[in-house]
Each structure stands twice: as C-alpha cells, then as structure tokens.
C-alpha cells in the first residue's frame, strides 16, 4: 500500500516529463501529407522536394529583422529573456454580441457511452477509401482485432441522427468546409473525406496536393473538404507541414493573420490546438519585435494568448454565414497504470474502451481546458464546442500502436518492446474520429 502511494506521487512529474518525450518523438516524426497525395495522384511528392521548395534563409540567422518578417523553421531567436507579462489588447471578443445562435439541441451530444454495434459501424470500410493515410491504416498494418471500428457513441439523452453522406454534401452544397490544426485534426480531416467520397464518382472528385493547404474537391455539389496546416493556430516555427522537427518552439502570439489569409474564406471552419502545447517551454516573438529578441513562457500561458488571438479574428470576422467550431483535447492512452493500476504498459494490446463512466487520464489537462472554455465563452455564439475529450477519454483502444507506418528505422531493442514504440496519440481509422464528424455532421 505505501509502495503504491510512493508511486503515486512521483507518478505525475514522470509522467510530465516522458509524455513530453513521446508526444514529441510521435508528433515530430509525421510524413503522410505527401503519401496521401501520391496515392490518389500518382505524383510523388518527395520529401526532398519539399524541403528545397523551402529554401533556407541564409540571413535570418545574423539577421533578425527578416526573421522577424516572417516566421519559419529557419528563424532563431537573436536572444531570449523572461516573458514579461505583455498581452495583446483584445479588440473584438470582449464585445457584447446580441445576437446568439438558435441552439436547436438541449441534449448534451458528449455526454454518453460506447455502443459495440457491428450492424451501424464502420461506417466505411478501411481499403475502399483512396485517400486513407498509412498513420492511420491500422488494419493495413496488421492490427487483427477489429472491434475498435465497431462502437457507436450513444448519447444518454438523445439519439445522433444516422450518418449519412448525401446529406452531409447537401449541407456542403456551393461551401468550403476546411479543418485547421494539428495532426490530429487531419485524422479528423481525412475521416470526414472517407465518409464523403464513395457517394462522389471518381471523375467528380480530385484531392490537390498543395500543402500546407490540402483540398477534396466535389464537383457535382461545388464544395470543397480541406485541411489546413496550423498547429500552434497562431504563425510559428512549425509551419511547415512536413519539416518541424525542431528543438525550439517559437510562435508569434499576437499573428494568426498569416494563417487567417488562408482560412478566412472559407464557410465552416473545424479548430483544434493541444498537443504541441504539451513540450515544454515556448518562445514568444512580438510581431513588432525587431531585434529579434524572444521572450520565454510556460506553454500554458502561450496557449492562452495564442487562443486570445485567434479569438480575436473569430470575433471580428465570423458572421452568421459562417460556422466556427472548436475541438477540444484529443486525449493521449500512454500510462495503463491509469485505467489498469499495477500495470506499465500503454494502449499496446488494448482491445476494449474504457468502461468507467467519467475516466479522465493525465494526458487530458485540466487548465488547458479551462483556457478553452474561457476564450469560447467570450465568444457565444460564434464558436461552437466539439467537447471529444471526455467520450474520447474511453477509447484506449482506439490507437494505432504498433499497427502504422513508421518512418523511421526501428531498432531491436524496440521491436523486442513493441509498446516502446507505440503511438497512443493518433486515432485509427475507421474509428473514433469518424463519430467526431457524426457529432459535427448533428451539429450543423
Ligand atoms: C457482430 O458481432 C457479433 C457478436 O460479437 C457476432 O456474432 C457477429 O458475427 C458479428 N457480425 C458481423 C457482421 O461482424
Ligand atoms: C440520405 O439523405 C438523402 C438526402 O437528404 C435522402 O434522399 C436519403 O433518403 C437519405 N438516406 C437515408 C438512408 O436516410
Ligand atoms: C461555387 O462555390 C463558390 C464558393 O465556394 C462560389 O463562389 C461559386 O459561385 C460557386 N459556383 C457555382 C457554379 O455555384
Ligand atoms: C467539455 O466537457 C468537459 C466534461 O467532459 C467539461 O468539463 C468542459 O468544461 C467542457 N469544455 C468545453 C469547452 O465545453
């Protein structure tokens, strides 16, 4: 007993510091954008070609004020001090806002349990989607327990309006829906093009590859599906949707305008931001910071001012017209000892969701979410919440693991220890991203 409180205690700051680790080591080491493409297209586009595409600035480094123009992967800090306290004066957000959207639903939608149900889901079948990432493919990769594509969310109040593309494409009709964020909110961007594009004759539908900006388009209903490359939100160092592995994080705080000139077209914007919050400290470069000199902040306080930026834009910019949504917190399965007390694995060889109502894992932080819920409260009605976190919460099952494409060489040593290799933080697909887009198709 006393062992396990020892344990217990030292448990959080372990788990801070190898999650960190992890959630770097899985994060960084992404490539799928060029594969999706070359698949459909037949045109490769090489990682090498990307990279010269970007060519170095060989003056941002004894140059600060062009590293300041504009940030990139490129741009260092000229020094780097204490963050004192400056924010951004919000313009718009603290604004009242008369009018507020008609909330036809008075069931909570995130509030319920996991159905296995093999009739409803999947809802697409894994090789019949062209546009599947090799990230996500766990069944392409060897994952012979399929369960994990059979449960349906159940709401406690209410039951979800059954998925259905035509629909889907009818409220798409003559609009650009684009998702805007991190890797996980691609998952999201390419469930949602595998739920739409069998209903969309192939020579009626093209993906472009044009990264950092990725479009499905659907000629017969004039819509488009994108994803957008932006995981901080706001301008930083990893905007390059391929090459970001980088030691320092660097983010403008008060920019997200060179973002917005790509997003703010279109009709139905799907937010997320979390996960590259969760490595540590952040340096802070003010857009009219000319000598180059960074300031330093825990990544919680630079979320929340990148947040109050884009807050800003979403309520000086989104009109009736258009639709915002937020997606809170994908949550991480990398410490079984949390749902399993005893054990020392992760999401390796997990079959099964969670079944204790409530379940909260450390991956999922809690300030992080009173930030969110903060800033999209100042907003009403023009941002709505795609609360995924807690049904997300119970689905350790859910994770590609071992079952992906890897891009590195793995070693021996990890072979031998499969759930040191693990990704515990995206989602396979057919999976539970699928039901994020059942509950965003339901709130349209
Ligand atoms: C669905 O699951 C049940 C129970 O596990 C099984 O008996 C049945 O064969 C499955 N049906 C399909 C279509 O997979
Ligand atoms: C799907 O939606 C279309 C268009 O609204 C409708 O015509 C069709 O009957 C729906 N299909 C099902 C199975 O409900
Ligand atoms: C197609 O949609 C765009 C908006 O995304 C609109 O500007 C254009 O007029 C539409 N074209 C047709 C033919 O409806
Ligand atoms: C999301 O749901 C959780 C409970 O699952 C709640 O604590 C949190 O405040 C919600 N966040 C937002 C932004 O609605």
Redesign the pocket.
Known sequence: MQRWCRRRTHFPLLAVLFSAFIIASILYSERNIEEIHGKEQQVSIGHTSLLTSVPPKASSNNNPEIAAASLDRFTTCASTGKYHGRRTEPVYHKLEFSQRRETQQTCDLFSGKWVFDNTSHPLYNELDCPYMSDQLACRKHGRTDLGYQNWRWQPHDCNLKRWNATEMWEKLR???LMFVGDSLNRGQWISMVCLLQSVIPVDKRSMSPNAPLTIFRAEEY?ATVEFYWAPLLVESNSDDPVNHRLNDRIIRPDSVLKHASQWEKADILIFNTYLWWRQGLVKLLWSNEKSGKCEELDSIGALELAMEAWADWVASKVNPMKRVFFVTMSPTHLWSQEWKPGTEGNCYQEKNPIDMEGYWGSGSDLPTMRIVDKVVGTLRSKVSVLNITQLSEYRKDGHPSIYRKFWETLSPQQLSNPASYSDCIHWCLPGVPDVWNELLFNSL
């Open positions: 003559g609009k650009r004039n």
